[in-house]
T-cell receptor, first 116, second 113 residues
Framework: DTEVTQTPKHLVMGMTNKKSLKCEQH?????MYWYKQKAKKPPELMFV???????INESVPSRFSPECPNSSLLNLHLHALQPEDSALYLC???????????????FGSGTRLTVV | AQSVTQLDSQVPVFEEAPVELRCNYS??????LFWYVQYPNQGLQLLLK??????LVKGINGFEAEFNKSQTSFHLRKPSVHISDTAEYFC???????????FGTGTRLTVIP
């Protein structure tokens, strides 16, 4: 298995809803990432997990809450989002934080989130 | 600090013509360089990467890129494009000692039949 699987592919949520995005990989990668990509913009890093511990938080608002329950799974919990949070949310994984340049990142297809 | 500049936001090119997508970077330390492709409604797929060694790097789908340290460039080239190459292309860097993949603003390649 050489894929990163993200579910759901599309999500529409109201500003008072609570929802979660899920990311799964079975490549034995120990680093996992959340990126946010607005329309016609490059992906921007949100969070990095290394060995199930939060390693980097790029000053992301607390309405986004990441969770890494095990080495294969990464969640992003969403609560009280704003319409401007509508974007494509991409998950990625790599063998390890410091191995990423050599072995690369594997990206999922993303969850397209619309906040209404 | 680092930055990645993709000079062309859109590049239209006729099918079977050659194409070059430009990427320049700036960094106070050495970097690793990457090109990713994003098809509509898809994630990112790695085309090629430069870590060290030969400055000419060959990737998937017939793409290649050349690292030029003096010009701090990493331009992507393909000698003959296909309709299926229509996509968004991102240049990205990682500074040595860091682990954050930093993207340029992207170039939209449109192949015209």
């Amino acid at each position: 298995d050489t894929e990163v699987t993200q579910t759901p592919k599309h999500l529409v949520m109201g500003m008072t809803n609570k929802k979660s995005l899920k990311c799964e990989q079975h490549m034995g990668h120990r680093a996992m990432y959340w990126y946010k990509q607005k329309a016609k913009k490059p992906p921007e890093l949100m969070f990095v997990y290394s060995y199930e511990k939060l390693s980097i938080n790029e000053s992301v608002p607390s309405r986004f809450s990441p969770e890494c329950p095990n080495s294969s799974l990464l969640n992003l919990h969403l609560h009280a989002l704003q319409p401007e949070d509508s974007a494509l949310y991409l998950c990625a994984s790599s063998q390890g934080l410091w191995k990423a340049p050599n072995y690369g990142y594997t990206f999922g297809s993303g969850t397209r989130l619309t906040v209404v | 600090a680092q930055s990645v500049t993709q000079l062309d936001s859109q590049v239209p090119v006729f099918e079977e013509a050659p194409v070059e997508l430009r990427c320049n970077y700036s960094s106070s330390v050495s970097v690793y360089l990457f090109w990713y492709v994003q098809y509509p409604n898809q994630g990112l797929q790695l085309l090629l990467k430069y870590l060290s060694g030969s400055t000419l790097v060959k990737g998937i789908n017939g793409f290649e890129a050349e690292f030029n340290k003096s010009q701090t460039s990493f331009h992507l080239r393909k000698p003959s494009v296909h309709i299926s190459d229509t996509a968004e292309y991102f240049c990205a860097v990682i500074q040595t000692g860091a682990n954050n993949l930093f993207f340029g603003t992207g170039t939209r390649l449109t192949v015209i039949p």
